[in-house]
Antibody, heavy 125, light 107 residues
Framework: QVTLKESGPVLVKPTETLTLTCTVS??????????VSWIRQPPGKALEWLAH???????SYSTSLKSRLTISKDTSKSQVVLTMTNMDPVDTATYYC?????????????????WGQGTLVTFSS | EIVMTQSPATLSVSPGERATLSCRAS??????LAWYQQKPGQAPRLLIY???TRATGIPARFSGSGSGTEFTLTITSLQSEDFVVYFC?????????FGGGTKVEIK
């Protein structure tokens, strides 16, 4: 059974660095066919893709947020970690991790077949 | 960067009727398009990939069509649980982009 679960702080302060962890089960982050992305959704708004990590540790980032994002993985822990620096109230959103599963290795993007439940990140003054 | 535009933003349909949702890409994406359904407080759920292939467990009342830049999601005989939000996503190029969503509401 494939599952993904996000964890991290519920509240952050302006200028802080956000660190989110996605713990996966039911598949291996070393599997060449697999990859994991982070996607966010401000309340009542659309989905915004943030970053992706391949089985090879190669990464891809949103053009507009690239300078603030780092994605990494710890295969032994089955975890994918996203850090976002210099947090601002406009970054208030539910943050999801989601899996892609292809039939063979590829650097191309793909659709997301499994999603975590999401974690809402808001700001404290 | 490919921009995805969904229309309408809100669609009012009566239960049992048909809903037709549109998604347009700013450039050709072949058939590299997925549709997702999102219920309140839940993560998106994959409905359609490859523009027209239903994901595992998706009822046959959901169908997708189109290629290039114009795509359609059709929901026939709307059930109560179908009155939620739908997103399209292109995966032809990085970054994978989502449309703004269409909310299907009860007429």
């Amino acid at each position: 059974q494939v599952t993904l679960k996000e964890s991290g702080p519920v509240l952050v302060k302006p200028t802080e660095t956000l660190t989110l962890t996605c713990t996966v089960s039911g598949f291996s982050l070393n599997d060449a066919r697999m990859g994991v992305s982070w996607i966010r959704q401000p309340p009542g708004k659309a989905l915004e893709w943030l970053a992706h990590i391949f089985s090879t540790d190669e990464q891809s980032y949103s053009t507009s947020l690239k300078s603030r994002l780092t994605i990494s993985k710890d295969t032994s822990k089955s975890q994918v970690v996203l850090t976002m620096t210099n947090m601002d109230p406009v970054d208030t959103a539910t943050y999801y991790c989601a899996r892609i599963s292809r039939t063979a290795w590829s650097r191309a993007p793909y659709y997301f077949d499994y999603w975590g439940q999401g974690t809402l990140v808001t700001f404290s003054s | 960067e490919i921009v995805m535009t969904q229309s309408p933003a809100t669609l009012s349909v009566s239960p049992g009727e048909r809903a037709t949702l549109s998604c347009r890409a700013s450039q050709s994406i072949s058939s590299d398009l997925a549709w997702y359904q999102q219920k309140p407080g839940q993560a998106p759920r994959l409905l359609i990939y490859g523009a027209s292939t239903r994901a595992t467990g998706i009822p046959a009342r959901f169908s997708g069509s189109g290629s290039g830049t114009e795509f359609t999601l059709t929901i026939t005989s709307l059930q109560s649980e179908d009155f939620v939000v739908y997103f399209c996503q292109q995966y032809h190029n990085w970054p994978p982009g989502f449309g703004g969503g269409t909310k299907v509401e009860i007429k």
